[in-house]
């Protein structure tokens, strides 16, 4: 059953996660070995500025493929089909660019417009509609991104989660299912999209109720091992030792400066992505607007300053000014 293009998944009651991918030319790369929570984790940390400059130049493209009606009538004449021939193209080789760099996006992104693009049925609605679906597939993976971070942060200051409302796209779902019958049954799901993939796994975290914290030292969040309060994670920061082994070192010597970069910097993403989605809420437009590439522009310049910041190379002050924005 694995020769279909897609993730497989087999995942045991603990939230361990055994995953291989079969890729457009029908090999299959076994992946890493993960768990649902440091899958969660690592999604909401990923910068998709490459994502957003393609979903940017992609939507330039559409607007360029519409032509003038001149006899009256809505046809062919609606849309420049040469036009939307070379976005396909163009598509194909940004997704063949993601693959080499990162199998597992690229895959999944080539699968999901396979799954949604629209039959082709000849007339200029199709045209319309495929492109519509294109920016689409696009632009849900950065969504779902900025839903899981919200999910994070109220699950960090202890909210309750709005599941029948804001969250409901995780009440329920449909995922394809393999049963494979051996010395015991074992059972795989199979993905063509990412959104799948990681509302599958969101549907799993929140079910765990996970505590979730921010470290103190490195800034980005993470799940505690135990139930007491724990202030520092385990990443490796600097020179091979975590931010536990390096925190206690710093304390005494910069903890309040931290404290304030490391809160501004969260603080100031979640206002960020927030206009965001008000420029896209048309009942609440503003004069404020923000597109996804100045969001992802902005994250980059924000994570080098908070980073260089913990890792003595710039002061607070040549930090927060990075960060900050009115």
């Given amino acids: 059953m694995q020769n279909i293009c897609g993730l497989y998944v087999e995942i045991n009651k603990g939230g ?19 768990t649902v929570n440091d899958e969660i ?11 957003a400059e393609l979903l940017e130049h992609i939507d330039n493209m559409c607007e360029d493929s519409y032509v003038e009606i001149t006899d009256g009538d809505f046809g062919e004449a609606g849309i420049d089909v040469d036009a939307y021939a070379e976005i396909l193209k163009t598509v194909h080789k940004l997704i063949e660019a993601l693959e080499e760099s990162n199998p597992l996006h690229g895959t999944l992104l080539r699968t999901l417009l396979e ?47 709005d599941m029948e409302n804001k969250y409901s796209i995780f009440r329920s779902a449909e995922f394809k299912q393999i049963q494979t019958l051996g010395e015991k049954v074992t059972v795989q799901y199979r993905f063509r999209s990412l959104i799948d993939y990681y509302i599958f796994l969101m549907m799993r975290f929140i079910e765990n109720q996970p505590s979730v914290a921010l ?112």
């Fill in 215 to 326: 470290c103190q030292c490195c800034g980005k969040y993470f799940i505690p091992k135990t139930k007491r309060t724990t202030l520092y994670c385990d990443r490796i920061i600097r020179n091979g030792k975590t931010c536990k082994q390096i925190a206690p070192a710093l304390k005494h010597k910069r903890d309040a400066a931290r404290d304030l970069v490391i809160e501004t910097f969260d603080r100031t993403k979640r206002k960020m992505y927030k206009r965001f989605e008000r420029t896209n809420d048309f009942s609440n437009a503003t004069a404020n607007t923000l597109i996804l590439t100045q969001y992802y522009d902005w994250l980059s310049r924000a994570e080098q300053a908070r980073n260089a910041y913990l890792s003595g190379k710039i002061s607070a002050e040549e930090a927060l000014e990075i960060i900050t924005v009115e």
């Fill in 41 to 51: 984790i690592a999604f909401s940390e990923l910068n998709f500025k490459y994502y």
């Fill in 115 to 161: 799954d949604q693009l629209p039959p082709d049925d000849g007339s200029a609605m199709y045209l319309i509609n495929s492109e519509a679906k294109i920016t689409d597939c696009l632009s849900s993976v950065m969504k779902l991104q900025f839903l899981i971070s919200d999910i994070l942060y109220d699950l960090r200051c202890g909210t309750p989660l």
């Fill in 16 to 34: 361990a996660i055994k995953r291989n991918l079969t890729v457009k030319s029908g090999e299959t790369i076994k992946l890493e070995c993960t």
